[in-house]
């Protein structure tokens, strides 16, 4: 069976119980991509396509993301996406045949916003309570926690599903995107002044409420949910900048990062995978994807050249001079920042966020490649059986759910 376009035309006989085997891969084939009917997203600027720029308009108070060069490569306006252009989400949407997700903000939360999914991510976005933050001598840019993005998931689906049932089938057949989340906790602590040993403590914090989060979401009926790690976070021209200076053992020489935070990050990595290999264990019947941000974008700080990053992957395209255009007074879209002619040339856009081209290649190593655990590429079938075989006779009754 290699999907040939004469295979629905052979006539000959078949038992039924292939014939029934062939149907379900057919279905697939036929789908390409198509197992998943929309897309439901989680977490920070990352993923945000536009709930921050929304927040901020409602608040009447401006961000960075809401100017030019902001969307300058694809959208040609800036959408709220911190990017010249699409984000890994934005690319995920259009492999599905998908919309790009609207944001829940602003929206009216209406099945029809709903149907193909919906992005509660927010610029900027912490997986802890911003009154954590808070208790620790510093705030945060905004309080949509996490909690508060599953708080608003909930409150959109009393608008669109009018049964428990119709929600659980919704969820189930959603792509859902959970992050990456957690990376701001540690990146708006650590330009507070804290240390990484202060920050160490809140490893298990936020691994918590990603795992807290992720099993609400598997109560409500999710069968797909992907989970990425943070970045290397040593290797982003906001933070090598704060560390301008370091001593040569603090980086590492064959990329130019900062060692200390990397390791930082890949700590964070590995308990959330140990703690995903713990739920995954409670519910084997739910497909639960590590995305492994980390390694993917290791590939082009190793050899930017490979990806076409002729600029270097370290130095930002948009931002305000120094040895990494990064300048924390003067931030891309402000008034005295510049920007590259070629972002495609840069893995890195203003600093903190990556180009659209760097976007492309995690999208591509993660959801055309080999990097999510267990391989994204084999769920189309698996996802499809799943579906057919959950149990509905242990639904919880609608009105358990604080819409
Ligand atoms: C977040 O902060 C805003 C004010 O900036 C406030 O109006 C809102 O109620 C807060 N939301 C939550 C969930 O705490
Ligand atoms: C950032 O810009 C300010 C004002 O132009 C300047 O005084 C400062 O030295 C710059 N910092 C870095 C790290 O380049």
Known sequence: MNGTPTLPFIKCPMAPSFNLF???LLTCALHTNGCYTSIISFGDSLADTGNAKQLAIFKNVELHSMFFPYGETYFHNPTGRCSNGRLIVDFVAESLGLPFIPPYVGGDGNAIDFGQGLNYAVASATALEASFHEARGYSVPTNASLRVQLEWF??????????LSDCRQLIGSSLIL????????????????????????????VINTIVTTLNVLIELGAQTVIIPGNLPIGCSAAFLTIYYG????????????LIRLNKFA????????SELNRIRELHPNVNIIYGDYYNAAMQFYRSPDDFGFSNGALK?????KGPYNYNQSTECASQFSTSCAEPNTYAN??????????????YKSLFEGSYTTPQFNSLCTINLGKVDRRDLSKEIPYTTYQY
């Open 316 to 320: 930002a395209c948009c931002g305000g």
């Open 22 to 24: 062939l149907m379900v």
């Open 246 to 257: 370091s001593s040569d053992e603090e980086y590492d020489s064959t990329t130019g990062c």
């Open 266 to 273: 890949e700590c964070h990595n590995e308990l959330l995978q």
């Open 349 to 362: 856009w203003d600093g903190l966020h990556l180009t659209e081209a760097a976007y492309r290649v995690i």
């Open 154 to 163: 909930k409150q959109s689906l009393s608008s669109m599903c009018a049964t």
């Open 178 to 205: 959970m992050g990456e989340i957690g990376g701001n906790d540690y990146n708006h602590a650590l330009v507070a002044g804290k240390s990484i040993d202060d920050i160490q403590p809140y490893v298990p914090l």
